[in-house]
């Protein structure tokens, strides 16, 4: 088995970055490997000088696929149940990428209580609930100053209101005296 990993180090060393065929001249296109379909591709005819195209003779050992380079075996999990069945020492966890937060928390305790490394998970279980408690203070912290804004915002077109209305208190209180003036001279001139 240990001469198949190395064999296995070894073809992974010499085997080419398959990337998909025109990706390096546009930006919209994604490098990863799509088979070429038409029939004038240079990439699909094997042309010398083109990338090269993904065929069976690239495959590493069967006996060595779907194992890392240190010999466990990969598994993908997406329950919380799937871990009973994982032996620590034979297999290594890959946690799916639907998985939400609340669960992934739940399955990282699992896996360090039961000593299952995760690939393609750096944080432990510890780490991740601080980032979840700090990313909650980040947004308890804008809700709070949203909502201090918005009562100075409030404050101030009550006073803007008030004044209004102020002003046409005054507005009022001057023309029914200007009224009562001219009632006044009228009745003199009369």
Avoid: Y
């Avoid at 408690?133 to 409030?154: D, F, G, P, W």
């Avoid at 006073?159 to 200007?178: F, G, N």
């Amino acid at each position: 088995m240990k001469t198949l990993l190395e064999l296995k180090k070894a073809l992974k060393k010499k085997m080419p970055d398959f990337k998909r065929q025109d990706s390096h001249k546009k930006k919209r296109l994604n490098p990863g490997w799509r088979k070429p379909k038409g029939s004038d591709t240079k990439v699909g005819r094997q042309w010398k000088s083109r990338p090269a195209k993904v065929k069976k003779g690239f495959r590493t050992p069967l006996k060595t696929r779907h194992l890392t380079l240190k010999g466990l075996q990969l598994s993908n999990v997406s329950k919380i149940s799937q871990l009973q069945d994982v032996d620590p020492s034979k297999t290594v966890v890959v946690i799916n990428g639907g998985v939400g937060r609340k669960k992934l928390l739940l399955m990282l305790a699992d896996c360090e209580k039961r000593n299952i490394t995760v690939v393609n998970h750096k944080l432990s279980a510890a780490k991740l609930q601080e980032q979840i408690v700090a990313e909650k203070k980040v947004k308890a912290e804008k809700i709070t100053s949203r909502q201090q804004s918005k009562k100075a915002r409030e404050k101030t077109a009550q006073k803007k209101k008030d004044e209004e209305k102020k002003s046409q208190e005054e507005s009022k209180d001057e023309q029914t005296e200007k009224k009562e003036q001219d009632k006044v001279l009228t009745k003199r001139e009369a």
